[in-house]
């Protein structure tokens, strides 16, 4: 593997796999077009129109989860650094008991299409929705960029193509695949091609685990004793990524607390409780979805440790994608030229998918809460919101593709970039979403010091951070203006963001809206009124 990546920057048959990819595109294109004939309002845009089942519901939400950074960027951190990167899996599954204990029936209940109409139920509309669409495009252009990145990387290696020429030309191609879905097919298509690409991803992580451990006798101890032997003891302990200094360690535990309070915050997971027709559907599909991302991160370890096993950690850090390329390398050593086709088709899809969940939220989000609610206060011309969100995709994909373009060129693992993600859903959504379901005092001025303030220190200090200047693996290489130490910086912005959140609600003269707040809570908790809300 190692002679065969060094003679040439591609593996397998670059002509098989880009027919496979063709066809992966064609399949989801149709499904689009089938879809967006039911297309005729705002709820069918943004909602599917409440029709999905709790069963498909949770299916599509696994297919929004399961990113690259799920499927690439996990699987390469576990063959890299064993133990500490099965810690990112264990994260993203543990998330979902946040979202399920605590917000996805009562955001059903409460909600229309955004996040942005629970968090203003009780408050000023104005502010808070501004507010709110701000920090959903923040969290989604975080989201988008290790998306991006991770379809730049997958094709780099799988079609032979490099420099920053060749790598920004696939980053843009796929980002205009992601525009076209959402403008086209609405949140019904995506929902369909996302309950496609889950099956076919969970299907694919399948045959790899099985094939994986079939190799070693179907004896995990020896496929651990394989990878053990390729990439040192070090893979079967914890330390290797974050014990070697009591900075790692502190990233460690910034990352922990993003990664768990994260999913509960993100806005196009929240979106998807707003396309079931009732409660109960929603709280189904949080199950369905639990169990779907629990096994689908058992096999995750299986194909991590494999591919270290198997293929190695110099080899897959010298491939074209680096890290994220331990997935598709193990396929190709599998199953050579066709499974990798298929492992990377499926791949490709999973990222077509996610973008185009990420980028109907973020157009959504200000098409509904900024353009209708406070621009137009409601008077909007019959089909205007739409319209409005479709130019707003145009312009997210386009700011997506440029920055895209940049965490390629600097080799970030997927995962790692898809964790910064969530330390600003933690940081700015997540307090405000409590503080607003659960606190009867919460006021306007609370909501707003919560989601600016967390938004503006999470992103100061990522800003300020290694991860964007003053190492090899920053973004800009060159400079140095770093002087935050943590590469993640949920430790810090989070408990900020609710102490924020506390201190403009106890400062403030202002009173709650108790009215509202008794409206709110019969709603959230009961579902009393919820339904008459929602269509109307």
Not at 511 to 520: G, I, S, V
Request: glycine share 12%; charged share 10%.
């Amino acid at each position: 593997m190692r002679d065969l990546l060094a003679a040439d920057a591609t593996i397998g048959n670059p002509a098989i796999n880009i027919s496979i990819f063709g066809a992966f595109v064609v399949i989801t294109l149709a499904i689009t077009f089938r879809a967006s004939r039911n297309n005729k309002s705002a709820a069918d845009y943004y909602a599917a129109g409440r029709t999905i089942t709790g069963q498909q519901n949770g299916l599509a939400i696994a297919g929004d989860y399961l990113s690259a950074a799920s499927f690439l960027g996990i699987a390469g951190a576990i063959a890299i650094y064993g133990y500490d990167g099965f810690l990112y899996s264990i994260g993203f599954l543990v998330a979902w008991l946040v979202a399920l204990l605590l917000v996805a029936e009562l955001m059903r209940n409460t909600a229309r299409f955004t996040m942005a109409d629970v968090l203003a139920f009780r408050m000023r509309q104005g502010p808070v929705r501004t507010a709110a669409a701000i920090s959903t495009l923040a969290v989604s252009l975080f989201y988008l960029l290790a998306q991006m990145a991770g379809a730049g990387g997958l094709v780099a290696l799988l079609l032979g193509v490099s420099g920053p020429v060749a790598e920004a030309l696939v980053v843009t191609i796929v980002g205009a695949l992601m525009i076209f879905y959402v403008l086209v097919g609405g949140m019904r298509g995506t929902t369909w091609v996302q309950i496609i690409k889950a099956s076919l991803l969970i299907a694919g992580a399948l045959v790899m685990t099985i094939w994986v451990l079939g190799d070693y006798g179907f004896n995990l101890s020896a496929l651990l004793g394989g990878a053990a032997q390729n990439g040192g003891d070090a893979v079967l302990a914890p330390g290797a990524q974050y014990g070697v200094s009591d900075t790692t360690r502190l990233d460690f535990i910034s990352l922990a607390l993003a990664l768990v309070l994260g999913t509960a915050g993100l806005p196009h997971v929240l979106m998807r409780f707003y396309t079931v027709p009732t409660a109960k559907a929603a709280r189904t599909s949080v199950v369905w979805a639990i169990w779907l991302i629990g096994i689908f991160y058992l096999f995750s370890l299986i194909i991590g440790y494999g591919a270290g096993a198997m293929v190695g950690a110099e080899t897959i850090a010298a491939a074209p994608g680096g890290v994220n390329a331990a997935a598709p390398l193990l396929a190709f050593e599998l199953g050579g030229t066709v499974l990798l086709g298929i492992i990377a088709g499926v791949a490709f899809a999973t990222i077509l998918a996610v973008v185009a969940g990420l980028t109907i939220t973020a157009s959504a989000s200000f098409a509904h809460d900024v353009y209708a609610s406070v621009i137009k206060k409601g008077d909007v011309p019959p089909n205007g919101e739409v319209k409005v969100a479709r130019i707003t995709a145009v312009v997210i994909g386009a700011v997506a593709i440029g920055l895209g373009i940049l965490a390629l060129r600097a080799g970030l693992n997927i995962a790692f970039l898809v964790a910064l993600a969530f330390a600003v859903a933690a940081s700015a959504n997540l307090p405000t979403i409590l503080y607003t379901l659960f606190w009867k005092k919460f006021t306007t001025q609370g909501a707003l010091w919560s989601i600016y303030g967390g938004l503006i220190i999470c992103i100061g200090l990522i800003i300020f951070s290694p991860v964007v200047s003053g190492a090899e693996t920053s973004m800009l290489p060159n400079a140095d203006f770093a002087w935050f130490p943590l590469r993640n910086p949920g430790l810090v912005s989070i408990p900020a963001s609710f102490l924020l959140g506390y201190l403009g609600t106890v400062l403030t003269k202002e009173k709650p809206n108790e009215a509202k707040w008794a409206e709110l809570e019969v709603r959230a908790f009961t579902g009393i009124g919820a339904e008459k809300a929602v269509d109307h």
